[in-house]
């Protein structure tokens, strides 16, 4: 590719002597031919980006405008003459007569092309220049530049006079525009809107994109499902073995170093590794999330129950029912049926121990060949999940205090519709003291939100600091 030195010295030698040496305004040729080049660079940059647009792995996050001319006419400046009820104008009184020009601005306004705005002007494009920086030295409003000084008196400022046969002669003078990058959500309308995934224009959002085309075209793996988690939780997956060689802060981040690489999470996260501690690939090394299987003993600390939702009872009529994870006792209601608390309305309770004392065998059945008998009571949460739903489901568990809720809801989503046929999981967000508004406004799939509840002596009361979202999509 050429670079824009070598565009601009074969520009220059396809002009010719004469309006290199001869021509009197050879500043304004030298800024012609800077221009053009610049532009031919940016045309060939622009090929590179339009290229990178085409795979959703290297499609830039916002679009990049690099450099223009902009030539301002002197001629064109906006005195701003007084007008019939301008703030702090007295007519007919010693002061401006109406419609008389200022002679002392404030402000310098120019005309200026809408369709670039520019974040920094400089007076020129090699060598010393002077700066100028938008909502410093200058603003933009409505196709017009407002200088708070005179622009034509900057140092280094290329500029001439020009012959106006109509008017006096008025100064030309150009400044470089240098515009940085455009949002043109190209995440959410490029790949995103197609994956489900729709969000901010940064690299948390990217990888969840990217995350939920994987999930979509090569399944729930164990490896998807981690990356998943670790961007919902703002946490770097773990791609490769190495042993630990220092675990630091640095700034807002919890950091953990291998030979190969740093991998880090949100400051409120905690280590689970120690230094020389070798670590394996989808290790999860912070505690901002964990999977697991629905076969193993739960040990979650303060995890009260769970609510189950119309995705595993499809005869409930409001929102659930509630397992608690506490000793239940059981009560024989007649003699051949059984029942104990679990939370609900009572008429999806009366349906539900419907369901467990029918069936070859019933659930009460296969409680009885498991102990010998009927116990007296029972853990509804562990015996339910046991026999019902332990060996097709998994467990995950997230900081609340670490998940984008906006994230998380479009990314379990596409979990849920990707997970193998069969299997279904559960969401648990951590109890904590820490305040969080979830945003469900942009989820186009119906969300069950279910709240634990606590054992008390009066019964079961609503505790809304912790949400059991066990089926996140219905």
Not at 97 to 112: K, N
Not at 369 to 391: M, Q, S
Not at 407 to 435: H, P, R, Y
Not at 445 to 463: C, H, K, L, Q, R
Request: include cysteine.
């Amino acid at each position: 590719m050429l670079t824009f030195r070598e565009t601009q010295k074969q520009l220059i030698s396809i002009l010719g002597f004469f309006w290199i040496k001869v021509f009197l305004d050879t500043d304004f040729v030298d800024a012609h031919t800077t221009s053009v080049g610049v532009q031919l660079k940016d045309m060939l940059n622009g090929i590179d980006t339009f290229r990178d647009y085409l795979s959703r792995l290297t499609l830039p996050i916002k679009k990049l405008h690099s450099t223009r001319i902009f030539i301002f006419s002197e001629g064109d400046l906006d005195r701003v003459s007084a007008r019939y009820g301008d703030e702090g104008r007295v007519y007919g009184a010693g002061d401006l007569a109406y419609g008389q020009m200022e002679t002392t601005l404030e402000v310098y306004t120019y005309p200026i092309d809408p369709n670039f705005e520019p974040e920094f002007l400089a007076t020129t494009f090699l060598g010393d220049s002077k700066i100028l920086k938008r909502g410093v030295d200058y603003t933009l409003s409505d196709g017009t530049i407002s200088f708070k000084t005179d622009p034509l008196q900057n140092p280094g400022l290329e500029k001439r006079l020009f012959n106006n046969l109509d008017a006096e002669p008025v100064y030309q003078f150009l400044y470089w525009g240098f515009s940085i990058e455009e949002d043109i959500s190209a995440i959410c309308d490029y790949f995103g809107v197609i994956a489900g995934i729709c969000g901010l224009s940064n690299v948390s959002w990217k990888l969840a994109m990217n995350i939920a085309w994987d999930l979509r075209v090569e399944g729930a793996s164990v490896r998807n499902v981690n990356r998943l988690l670790a961007v919902l939780t703002d946490t770097d997956y773990v791609d490769e073995a190495g042993t630990v060689t220092a675990i630091y802060r640095e700034g807002d981040r919890q950091c953990v170093q291998t030979l190969q690489r740093i991998y880090t999470a949100p400051l409120k996260a905690a280590v689970l590794v120690t230094t020389g501690q070798l670590i394996q690939p989808a290790q999860a090394i912070f505690d901002t999330y964990s999977i697991t299987p629905g076969t193993r003993v739960i040990s979650f600390e303060n995890f009260e129950g769970l609510t189950l939702g119309q995705g595993f009872l499809h005869r409930l009529s409001t929102s659930g029912i509630f397992l608690p994870n506490v000793s239940t006792p059981i009560t024989k209601t007649n003699a051949t049926s059984f029942a104990f608390y679990v939370g609900g309305s009572a008429q999806d309770v009366d349906l539900f121990m419907q369901d467990l004392n029918s069936g070859s065998p019933s659930f009460f059945d296969a409680l009885a060949a498991k102990y010998g008998k009927v116990p007296d009571d029972i853990n509804p949460l562990n015996e339910i999940r046991d026999l019902y739903i332990g060996g097709n489901s998994f467990f995950i568990k997230t900081r609340r205090d670490c998940v984008d809720s906006k994230m998380a809801t479009q990314l379990l989503c596409v979990l849920d519709k990707t997970i193998n046929a069969g299997s279904d999981f559960f969401v648990i967000f951590e109890k904590t003291e820490v305040e969080e508004t979830y945003d469900l406004n942009d989820v186009s799939e119906s969300i069950g939100i279910f709240y634990a509840v606590t054992t008390s002596d009066t019964g079961m009361d609503i505790d809304e600091t912790q949400i059991i979202a066990p089926r996140i999509c219905g």
